[in-house]
Each structure stands twice: as C-alpha cells, then as structure tokens.
C-alpha cells in the first residue's frame, strides 16, 4: 500500500512550482489527516515516481525520517469517500441513521521502541541490506501501554494516577536495559529473543481492529518500520508474547509489600498456558528476588473475570487467527478501579494523598519489570546485575504532572514546546480530543522525545549523516539543550494521516465511516477552533441557564411546601379566636 500524497494550490490544481515542505521539521509527532488509496504497483514503477517526485517537492531526501513518514508510514486503504458531516451536525442526524455511521477523532501517535533486535544498530557500522527473513517463531516480546485518556472536557484527561504511571515506569525500564550488557550482547545476535516497547494510542488500536484487512494489524503496520533499519521484519508468528502495563498508581499492601497482579483472559490463556506461564514465572522470580514489591496472580475465582476494559489489545488478540500470550500488569485484581478520579477531569494529583511514597513503590516496580524482562531475553535467564538510576518513574512523573518546568524538558525539548509547557496551569493532557488552542502538546509527542533523548545516540555532529553514509538506520532531528541535534535511535513514530494547511501542520481531523455499496468509504476533515470554541461557550451558557433554571424552581417548590402549613396554622387560629368565650 503506497499513499498518493498532492498538495493543491487554490485552483485545485496540483502545483509543481512550489516545495509543499520546505522545513521538514515535527513530521514524528503529529497525526495528519488526508484521504489514503490502495495503489497497485506489482513492478514498484508508481513507487519510483512518488520518489522522483518526493525529490522534486522537498528539500530534504526521502530517507531523511523527518520527511519519510508520508512515504514509509503504512495506512490502511479506501476505495472511495464521502464527506464528513462536521462536529456540529453530528446531533442533527436522524434518528433512522444506520448504527454504522460513526464520527471519531484520529488522533495520537504509537511509538515503538527495539530494545533488542540486531546488530544492524551499530550506527557507525557498515550499512547492511534489508532482508525478509531471519527472525525466528515466538522470539519477539512487546511490552506496551496506551498512552491517552478520555474526558467529555477539552484538554482536561489528565490521567495523572492512570495512564501516567504505566508511561513514566515503561519510559524508565527502557532507558535502563538499553544500558545493559545483555542487550548488548543481543545486538550481537548471540541471543535471538527481542524486545519491542510499544506506546500505543488505543483509538489507532480500536481503528485497526475495525479494519478487516488486518487481523493481525499491530504487527502487519509495525513490520515495515521496523524491518526498514533492524534487516528483520516482526510478523504474526514472531510474537511470542504480550506484556500490557494496566493501572498501576494505586497499588495496596499486602503483607508489607505493595501488590501488584498478572492479569490473562481465560480462554487465552487456555490456549497459550505453556508461553503464558512461563512470562507468569519470570515475573514471579524477578519479584522474589526484589523483595520489594508483590507479583502475584488473582484467585482462582477472580481469574475467571475479563480483563478491565482498558485493556483493548485483548479485542485484537481474539479476532487473530494464531492465539498469542498477553499478560496484564495492573494494581488491582477484580472491579472496580481503585482510582476514583478515573479518567477524569479532577485526576491531577501524584503522588495521591494516601500513598506519599507512590514514586518509591513506581520505582520498586519497575525495577522488577527490568529484571523480569532481563530474564527473559538473556541466554540464562540471569537477573539484572544493577538498578535503575535516572529517571526513575518519580522524575518522569514530577515532570509530567507537578513540574513542567522539569530538567528532563528542558534537555530534550525545542525551547518554544518547553515555554509553552511552563505556561501551563495543569498537568499535560492525555486524551485524544483536538485542542482549542493552536499550539498542540500530548503525552504522545512527549514520550517519543524522551524515549529519543535517553534511548538515542546523538551524532557527532548536529545534523544527520549525508543518505549514502546512513545505511538501513533510523535517524530523527530533535533537541539537546536548546539546541538542534540529530540522534541515531531504535524508535519508529506511527503516524497514519499528514495535513498541511497554509504551509502549516494542523490539528488531527474527525472520521465518518459507513458502508456503502459494499465498500468502507471514509472522509477526513478538521474541525474549525472557532466552531470549537463556540460550542463550548454554548455549552457553558446552556449549562447555566439550566441550573438557574433549577434553582428557580427549587425555590419556587420550597415555598410552596412552607406556605400550606403556614396558611393552617393562620386558619386555625382564627378558627379559635371566634370561639373563645371569656368569663
């Protein structure tokens, strides 16, 4: 699958006279929206043209990755469109509309990240020829979690005792086994098991589910990414397991050890009990080595309870054709969540008020990850022989919800994000809806910062080698110290849809699907932030009439209580004075 990627000029008209993407800069962290077709190409003649005239509209090549994602990114394909009736419309629809008419942002971005792979990221090796093979069965792990939260507030999915700890605690476990001697040893191909870290956005994984040409999409839409620079594409088949980091802000003690539980469907684990519990038992001994913290699984009736709906993987993994081990990491073991802010505008504190040492018990956690997914990929199953240093889950958490302002932003971030972050009053968003503002900051484009900065290696100099001196790898364009800096990385940016208005990139724009003369046809198109910004203040001016409203005729209701019995007493007092008789 190819896009077909045209910028028009204001007649409509493709215009060749003009560079659509001069600057080629923030192509990793922002999704854009335009419409994707299937392209035939069996002898890769149509591929070839995109490419001569990719070189002759930008001005960076297209192995650049700042200016390849358009090109390398893997979408999925429509066969026609229809537009989009924008947010506004979207309760005038009557009522008989088909239940398959739906409108839905697409927006976030999944960040995956090869702890282990090859030896092919050496960068200062010689380049090495991408191949199709060479990755055998069940040798792949992904470790994942989401990324976003939901809100019915603009930008207030805060997330701060949800999401934000599973992203801080898998940010730190990957900077820290990159560092490790094993993995390096891995990188020299004496070791075939590999890890993938994944940060996924569940609404990508919702659409692709939706999607029937893939049923076994994370990998499908991963493997040509990765295989673009490790030599070895991921397929169905490699996967030997999932890891899924659920809630984990809130754990409780048990016998003086915060407790943690392994998580698995039933009927998956039925069909997978020799893979999934040898993850059981890695897990478990990584924990009693530790001593600090308690992983352990649910009873034996609690095992039988689905997994919390947040886990989404879970709806993709039942529909694949081959069964795949996924394990669930989660501070509770049965219904409800322990967060009572979940998902919810008021779930901005960390650390929460009955757990002041919450960044000691991330930390503890995490280094049990470390050491459990330590031994799994090294050849004997050895522990860790050191414990994580910096960032610790705490550092990433400060910066993401009480110091914005934090040293780990201001070292990796461009200094005009890092101004706007210390404007803000409240902790970075994590859900998905578009911003009222222009200046548009998530936990996604955060994360693929970071996880660049720690995991990446920064060039010798500035800028990114010349094309015939880079090989198979992965370079981004980023910051170091207020300054620009290339760094040679093991991350891949999953971005489906690019829009470029005014020579500027644009917010993530609203999907509405339906089936139409037996095709799945689509339309994407951005919602205006003056529309936005006057739905809103409808909404709050509507919100307010209501409650006078309300409080009129609560007041109206009272006194009509009060009166009745007044009015009695009144009646039969005057009843009495006529029927008083002195003496």
């Known amino acids: ?23 080629g800069t923030d192509y990793a962290y ?39 994602i358009e090109i390398y990114n893997p979408m999925s394909a429509v066969g026609s469109s229809e537009t989009c009736f924008r947010r506004q419309y979207l309760m005038t629809l009557h009522i008989s509309e088909s239940s398959g008419v739906f409108c839905d942002e697409l927006t976030g971005l999944n960040i995956i990240l090869s702890a282990t792979d090859s030896a092919n990221h050496s960068w200062n090796s010689s380049a090495v020829n991408i191949g199709t093979s060479g990755r055998s069965e069940n040798s792949s792990v992904f470790i ?27 940010i730190s476990v990957a900077a820290h086994l990159m560092k490790q001697k094993a993995f390096e040893e891995i990188l020299h191909n004496t070791v075939s098991r590999s890890i993938l870290i994944h940060f996924y956005s569940m609404n990508y994984i919702l659409c692709l589910t939706n999607n029937t040409m893939v049923v076994s999409s994370i990998v499908l839409h991963c493997s ?50 020799d893979f999934t519990d040898n993850i059981f038992h890695q897990l478990t001994a990584a924990s009693e080595a530790s001593r600090t913290v308690d992983l352990q699984r649910p009873s034996d009736k609690l095992q039988e309870l689905p997994l919390p709906p947040t886990s989404s993987m879970q709806t993709l993994l039942q529909t694949s054709g081959r069964p795949l081990s996924h394990v669930v990491l989660s501070d509770h073991d049965r219904p409800p969540f322990r967060n009572k802010h979940f998902e919810s505008f008021m779930d901005t504190k960390w650390p929460p008020t009955d757990n002041p040492t919450a960044d000691i018990t991330l930390l503890n956690f995490a280094n049990t990850l470390a050491d459990a997914l330590h ?14 240093t910096y960032p610790k889950p705490g550092d990433i958490m400060e910066c ?13 971030l461009s200094p005009v994000d890092y101004r706007y972050l210390q404007m803000l009053n409240t902790p970075v968003p994590t859900q998905t809806y578009l911003p009222l503002g222009r200046h548009e900051i998530k936990v996604s484009h955060l994360v693929s910062i970071l996880l660049m900065g720690l995991t990446g290696e920064r060039t010798l100099t500035p800028t990114c080698p010349p094309i015939n001196e880079r090989g198979p790898y992965t370079y981004w364009m980023g910051h170091f110290n207020s300054s620009e800096q ?17 020579e500027k990139l644009r917010a993530p724009a ?40 309300a409080l009129y005729i609560k007041e109206t209701i009272t006194k009509a209580i009060i009166q009745v019995p007044v009015q009695m007493e009144i009646s039969y007092a005057s009843e009495g004075e006529n029927h008083f008789i002195p003496t």
């Open 30 to 68: 922002i999704d854009w929206p335009f419409p994707v077709v299937l392209v035939a190409d069996a002898n890769n003649t149509i591929r070839a043209s995109m490419y001569e005239c990719f070189f002759m509209l930008n001005k960076e090549p297209y192995d650049d990755t700042r200016c390849s």
């Open 400 to 412: 993401f919800v009480n110091n914005l302002g934090c040293d780990l932003f201001k070292m990796y």
């Open 144 to 170: 994942l979690t989401r990324m976003d939260s939901r809100s019915i507030f603009e930008r207030s999915g805060f997330s701060s005792q949800g999401v934000l700890p599973s992203i801080a605690v898998l």
């Open 486 to 502: 290339c760094y040679f990385t093991r991350m891949d940016i999953m971005s489906r849809f690019l829009l470029m208005e005014n």
């Open 375 to 388: 031994r799994i990929v090294s050849a004997n199953h050895t522990s860790i022989p050191s414990s994580i």
């Open 510 to 549: 609203w999907m509405r699907s339906r089936e139409h003369s037996g095709r799945f046809v689509r339309w994407y198109r951005g919602a205006s932030p003056t529309v936005d910004g006057s739905s809103i203040a409808l909404g709050v001016f509507l919100m307010t009439v209501t409650f006078l409203i």
């Open 224 to 273: 040509g990414n990765i295989a673009r620079y490790t030599g070895r594409p991921v397929m169905w088949n490699n996967l030997y397991a999932v890891v899924e980091l659920g809630e984990i802000g809130l754990s409780q003690k048990h016998n003086n050890l915060h407790t943690f539980y392994m998580l698995t469907d039933s009927k998956t684990y039925n069909l997978t009990r």
């Open 1 to 23: 699958m190819l896009t077909v990627v045209c910028a028009y000029n204001v007649t409509k008209q493709c215009d060749l006279d003009i560079q659509w993407n001069p600057a």
